[in-house]
């Protein structure tokens, strides 16, 4: 049987607290989550073609250097 692998700085216990919190919540609670996530005015959302993703994520990467 194998292990979960988990990234750095998660475990099962930070993994179940996450699902709990999104499982709890009421549509109007997660709504309200999502508009604060996209009032943020120093990040952009945009859609990224698939094969893209893994350069953008280095370019990210690079930027918080």
């Known amino acids: 049987m194998s ?5 750095p700085g998660w475990d099962e216990e930070r993994v ?10 009421t549509p109007e609670e997660a ?9 943020d005015q120093d990040d952009t959302v945009m859609k990224v073609p ?3 993703v893994a350069a ?3 370019l990210i990467a690079k930027h918080q250097e």
């Open 31 to 39: 709504l309200a989550e999502d508009e604060a996530a996209f009032a």
């Open 3 to 7: 292990q979960t692998k988990f990234p």
């Open 50 to 52: 698939h094969d893209l």
């Open 56 to 58: 953008v994520r280095q």
């Open 16 to 25: 179940r607290r996450v699902l709990a919190h999104y499982e709890q919540q």
